[in-house]
């Protein structure tokens, strides 16, 4: 058994969007809302023979924090929204936030190659 582990950041360009990644050679779908840095694979070029595992996180993210008036006085909840889907060919990460900015999304995934 021949294993594959690759890892990344997303850099969102947008507040709310998608990235795909390719496994086959562990680049980005052209039309992808963000960028991907410090790319690291570990193993063969190709696809995995399976749906590998894998773990999406937030890395960084930016909050905007607005002072209510007086104590008591409004205030407002900020949703940072991940979500995944995957098969043995690609990584599909999206995201999106309200006034808060994501700055970062780390990847790793681990299969069978």
């Known amino acids: 058994m021949t294993l594959k582990i690759m890892s990344g950041i ?7 969007g998608y990235v795909k990644i390719m496994f086959d050679d562990h680049s980005i779908q052209h039309s992808s ?9 570990l193993g063969p ?4 023979k399976k749906i590998p595992t894998k773990i ?6 930016q909050v905007l924090v607005t002072v209510a008036p007086v104590v008591g ?10 979500g995944d889907s995957i098969n043995k060919q690609r990584l ?3 995201w999106s ?6 700055q970062e999304i780390s ?4 299969g069978e190659v």
């Not at 997303?10 to 709310?16: A, D, E, H, R, W």
């Not at 999406?56 to 993210?61: E, K, P, S, T, W």
């Not at 936030?97 to 994501?102: D, M, P």
């Open 10 to 16: 997303v850099l969102p360009s947008k507040t709310s």
């Open 45 to 48: 070029e190709g696809n995995f």
């Open 33 to 41: 809302d963000g960028d991907v840095v410090e790319k690291k694979t």
């Open 107 to 110: 990847y790793m995934v681990i």
């Open 97 to 102: 936030t309200g006034v808060g900015k994501i």
């Open 73 to 82: 006085g409004p205030s407002s909840t900020e949703k940072f929204k991940i």
């Open 92 to 94: 599909k990460i999206t």
């Open 56 to 61: 999406v996180a937030l890395r960084q993210i």
